[in-house]
């Protein structure tokens, strides 16, 4: 099965300094790739999402970009600001490949410094 | 907030009780799915239903059992607890038929300890 790997695990940058989280995958059939943003006594919402036929893909602050020779694909934000603190996952799947589900990555905590 | 509501939201259980949560999914969404997040953890998944039918599960055994109805609520039983089934426990509704085909919308979850 899919295996989603996650770097890194923390993350803590000064507010309006950008912030990059890596993730890479095993499975060649995947293309959907969502980052869900998770925070404190929630559960995960979608930021951003990107398919294999994209090698990128921006809205506003936040930017995915995919390598799909290397399997990996990462997120970008901008221009951080304090709302920005919580967990980030990567995930994976196939579109239209059955329901086999998102699988996860392990997940970054972003921490805003002021 | 996504209009997914779970409930309970926590509860307390001991090893080889059974448990059932509960998932209202957003309107106008016919698929639910299942997952299941371990503290530090990213979501792992259950399985997932449409249209009244599991039509894809993860790697979980079958003591995870679940169930949609009609107007595509869902609930998630789970039999002989065990220890590392504490976690917390996430309903995901979509609009489409195949998970992972577009976004999720989650519920806030239900957190359920084991001792």
């Known amino acids: 099965g899919e295996n989603v790997e996650q770097h890194p695990s923390t993350l803590s940058v000064q507010e309006g300094d950008s912030a990059v989280i890596k993730c890479t995958y095993s499975?060649?059939?995947?293309?959907?790739f969502p980052w869900y943003k998770q925070e404190l006594g929630k559960g995960p919402q979608l930021i951003i999402d990107i398919r294999s036929n994209v090698g990128e893909k921006k809205d506003q602050r936040i930017a995915v970009t995919l390598n799909k020779t290397a399997k990996h694909f990462s997120l970008h934000i901008t221009e951080t600001q304090p709302e920005d603190s919580a967990v980030y996952f990567c995930a994976a799947s196939k579109v239209g490949g059955g329901a086999d589900g998102l699988t996860f990555g392990k997940g970054t905590h972003l921490i805003i410094q002021p | 907030e996504t209009g997914v509501t779970q409930s309970p939201t926590h509860l307390i259980k001991t090893r080889g009780q059974q448990v059932t949560l509960r998932c209202s999914s957003q309107s106008g969404h016919n698929t639910v799915s299942w997952y299941q997040q371990a503290l530090g953890q990213g979501p792992q998944f259950i399985f997932q239903?449409?249209?009244?039918?599991?039509?894809g599960r993860g790697n979980f055994p079958p003591r995870f059992s679940g169930l949609q109805f009609p107007n595509y609520s869902s609930e998630l039983n789970v039999n002989a607890l065990e220890l590392d089934d504490s976690a917390l426990y996430l309903c995901?509704?979509?609009?489409?038929?195949?998970?992972?085909?577009?976004?999720?919308?989650f519920g806030e979850g239900s957190r359920l300890t084991v001792l």
């Open positions: 239903y449409y249209r009244e039918e599991e039509n």
């Open positions: 499975d060649s059939a995947s293309n959907y």
């Open positions: 995901a509704s979509s609009p489409k038929g195949l998970a992972g085909t577009g976004e999720l919308f």
